[in-house]
């Protein structure tokens, strides 16, 4: 069972998922979010996935159960489930427990609630291990940092956190000048690392695969795992795609203001809507902060961006300052 998961709403407490990154194969489908694109052609080409796992959160999202339609792969959808209250975690408890029976039907398996139990105890374990790397992110390199998350995400989940755990990051000379990193899944490391020769910091960021994955609470085991889980998966830093910009916005001003943080990325797809209107409060946000901004755009998961002119430009502006 090898399942490939889009986007960091997907669960792990159910099986082991590999997120998806990025792919460079044949782009079928390449108009709107080369993300999707991408996706779509991994799980179809690559014969290592006999699974994919999504959500129906945005409108290149919304089509994927379409082209994935087939007898040879698992196929699944997530609904796109807004607040953060008692019948949103009804709802998506339901929508877990229809997920982990889908899985065993498939599959001919059968996932116990002590399977599920033990899986929590480590995502719980996993996230402590990286929030002690992430509070103290000032003073290493964010470039190895997420290399290494990249690397320890892809491995089972009973062997990550001593992964993370037996990583050893470099400490960085470069304290001042802090920056955040706002985005969806990031594809391309090669551009932290041409932010961070340039003499820029990154302190933070809200990435699914680092300050979104830290910020949620910890499951606490009780009667109804499933419930348990829904709770904890609609706890802290969303996605702007799950309907509840205010929240995302206002963790994120709050990280950055503490961190005295001088400018922002913003990572962005291409046509990406739930990121542009996101983009437009969040630049409004900043303005009145004083805090520099600068967009980059990706036109898919393996671009090389040309970056390097208004990045240069951006470094230029914040270390002048
Ligand atoms: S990057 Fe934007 S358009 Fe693409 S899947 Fe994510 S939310 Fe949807």
Same mark, same amino acid.
Request: with cysteine.
């Given at each position: 069972?090898?399942?490939?998961?889009? #986007?960091?709403?997907?669960?792990?407490?159910?099986?082991?998922?590999?997120?998806?990154?990025?792919?460079?194969? *044949?782009? !079928?489908?390449?108009?709107?979010?080369?993300?999707?694109?991408?996706?779509?052609?991994?799980?179809?080409? *690559?014969?290592?996935?006999?699974?994919?796992?999504?959500?129906?959160?945005?409108?290149?999202?919304?089509?994927?159960?379409?082209?994935?339609?087939?007898?040879? /792969?698992?196929?699944?959808?997530?609904?796109?489930?807004?607040?953060? *209250?008692?019948?949103?975690?009804?709802?998506?408890?339901?929508?877990?427990?229809?997920?982990?029976?889908? &899985?065993?039907?498939?599959?001919?398996?059968?996932?116990?609630?002590?399977?599920?139990?033990?899986?929590?105890?480590?995502?719980?374990?996993?996230? $402590?291990?990286?929030? /002690?790397?992430?509070?103290?992110?000032?003073?290493?390199?964010?470039?190895?940092?997420?290399?290494? =998350?990249?690397?320890?995400?892809?491995?089972? &989940?009973?062997?990550?956190?001593?992964?993370?755990?037996?990583?050893? =990051?470099?400490?960085?000379?470069? !304290?001042?000048?802090?920056?955040?990193?706002?985005? #969806?899944?990031?594809?391309?490391?090669? =551009? &932290?690392?041409?932010?961070?020769?340039? @003499?820029?910091?990154?302190?933070?960021?809200?990435?699914?695969?680092?300050?979104? &994955?830290? #910020?949620?609470?910890?499951?606490?085991?009780?009667?109804?795992?499933? !419930?348990?889980?829904?709770?904890?998966?609609?706890?802290?830093?969303?996605?702007?795609?799950?309907?509840?910009?205010?929240?995302?916005?206002?963790?994120?001003?709050?990280?950055?203001?503490? /961190?005295?943080?001088? @400018?922002?990325?913003?990572?962005?797809?291409?046509?990406?809507?739930?990121?542009?209107?996101? /983009? #437009?409060?969040? !630049? $409004?946000?900043?303005?009145?902060?004083?805090?520099?901004?600068?967009?980059?755009?990706?036109?898919?998961?393996?671009?090389?961006?040309?970056?390097?002119?208004?990045?240069?430009?951006?470094?230029?502006? =914040?270390?002048?300052?």
């Amino acid at each position: 069972m090898k399942i490939l998961a889009l #986007s960091g709403i997907i669960p792990e407490h159910i099986c082991d998922v590999d997120r998806f990154f990025a792919y460079a194969g *044949d782009k !079928k489908i390449n108009h709107y979010c080369g993300y999707v694109a991408d996706y779509i052609c991994q799980v179809e080409q *690559d014969d290592r996935y006999d699974g994919a796992v999504y959500p129906k959160s945005c409108d290149s999202c919304r089509v994927i159960s379409s082209y994935l339609r087939s007898d040879d /792969k698992f196929s699944y959808q997530f609904p796109s489930i807004s607040g953060n *209250d008692e019948n949103a975690w009804d709802f998506l408890a339901c929508v877990l427990k229809d997920y982990k029976s889908a &899985l065993e039907n498939f599959y001919e398996i059968e996932i116990s609630v002590a399977d599920v139990e033990n899986r929590i105890e480590i995502i719980n374990k996993r996230a $402590k291990e990286l929030e /002690k790397i992430y509070e103290n992110l000032e003073n290493i390199s964010y470039f190895e940092y997420m290399t290494m =998350i990249h690397q320890v995400l892809s491995l089972p &989940l009973e062997e990550q956190v001593g992964a993370i755990s037996s990583f050893e =990051i470099n400490d960085i000379s470069q !304290k001042d000048n802090s920056v955040f990193i706002v985005g #969806s899944t990031l594809s391309q490391l090669n =551009i &932290l690392q041409q932010i961070e020769d340039l @003499g820029l910091n990154i302190v933070g960021d809200s990435l699914p695969e680092s300050g979104r &994955l830290i #910020s949620k609470e910890p499951v606490t085991l009780s009667d109804d795992v499933y !419930k348990s889980i829904a709770k904890s998966m609609l706890s802290g830093k969303k996605s702007p795609s799950e309907n509840d910009f205010h929240q995302m916005l206002e963790l994120d001003m709050e990280e950055i203001t503490s /961190k005295k943080v001088v @400018g922002v990325i913003f990572l962005t797809q291409k046509y990406c809507e739930p990121y542009n209107f996101y /983009k #437009s409060v969040y !630049k $409004k946000k900043l303005d009145e902060l004083c805090i520099k901004y600068i967009e980059i755009e990706q036109k898919d998961t393996v671009e090389d961006i040309r970056a390097d002119v208004v990045l240069e430009t951006f470094a230029e502006m =914040i270390v002048r300052n």
